[in-house]
């Protein structure tokens, strides 16, 4: 039986204007070590019938009534074989040469976690010249996502995990969508070594009306569901790794209820920090702390791009 190194596992509701996009970018990617899992979440725009236009080239799956993001990434994940899983939203897109730095960093450095970062876009797939395709990785490398001390913007595309590492904390956790990817950050939090890949961005984030972001109630209900998940033992480490936690959901409890006063949503965002002000002020003692001793250094392995030699797969119009 072939090897397969990585599953892509690609989920879409409603939208047909982006997922070929998708889809395209990583049948596109230089790699035969590679499977496609595209679950289609009972969308009704037309977008399975043009998804089954890709007949054997992917594995289209159908579930039979809406099931919501996290449990359609689940779906996938659970048919497929890869030894790491590679998560993409139906509006974004992978760069040409994305599978190939995830193979790199995985034959180099075999970490449990990668997560990459995205370029932001608007409109049409942006052109990639040959200035664009880059001669190196630079990353930063640490024992476990919990101490990772640098932010940058990042989402479900930015997610390459060990497959049976994602299968030992259950996957995406069902019915939470918005800050899924803090969930699954910190269910993985102490199960091994991560890579944060600093450069070159891996993914295309598609800016739209759509997007998530712009509705931000729903963030801060999502905030006070992890901060309860805490508080209720549920997340791994226990209570040595406790301070740690803290300060990881202090950041994300600042930079919500920031947001929530710039939207005007004041009560919802002082009634936020009152409810995490102990983890806010664990976050601030931990800044304080990095301050002090300085970043993690940042590594840098040189890098051939072989994208040029593989020809973009498109279905039939």
Known sequence: MRRIRFSIVITCHNQRNFIRDAVDSALSQPTLEKEIFVVDDDSQDGSREMLQQ??????????????????????????????????????????????????????ERHPMLILARRLSFEGPIPSITDEDVPRKIEFIEYSMPMLRERGFGYGASSFIVEHQAFQGVSGWTPGIFHLDCID?????????????????????YRVHPGNSINTVP?????????????????????????????AWLGGITLF?????????????????????????????????AIRIRGLRPIETIEFTCRHAQAPPVKCSP
């Open 218 to 246: 729903p963030f801060l209900q999502a905030a006070h569901y992890l901060i309860d998940k805490e508080r209720a033992g549920q997340f791994p480490g226990g209570r040595e790794h406790r301070f740690e936690r803290f």
């Open 184 to 204: 699954i950050i910190s269910k993985l939090g102490y199960s091994g070594r991560m890579i944060l890949i600093c450069s070159p961005r891996t993914a295309l």
């Open 256 to 288: 919500w209820t920031k947001k929530g006063l710039r939207a005007g949503l004041y009560k919802e965002s002082f009634k936020l920090a009152a409810c995490g002000w102990a983890m806010i002020a664990a976050g601030f003692i931990r800044w304080c």
């Open 54 to 107: 890709y007949g054997e080239a992917i594995h289209l799956v159908l579930p039979q009534h809406h099931i919501g993001a996290p449990e359609a990434r689940n779906c996938g994940a659970s048919l497929a074989q890869g030894d790491y899983l590679v998560f993409l939203d139906g509006d974004d897109a992978l760069m040409p040469w994305a599978l190939e730095v995830y193979d790199r960093i995985v034959t």
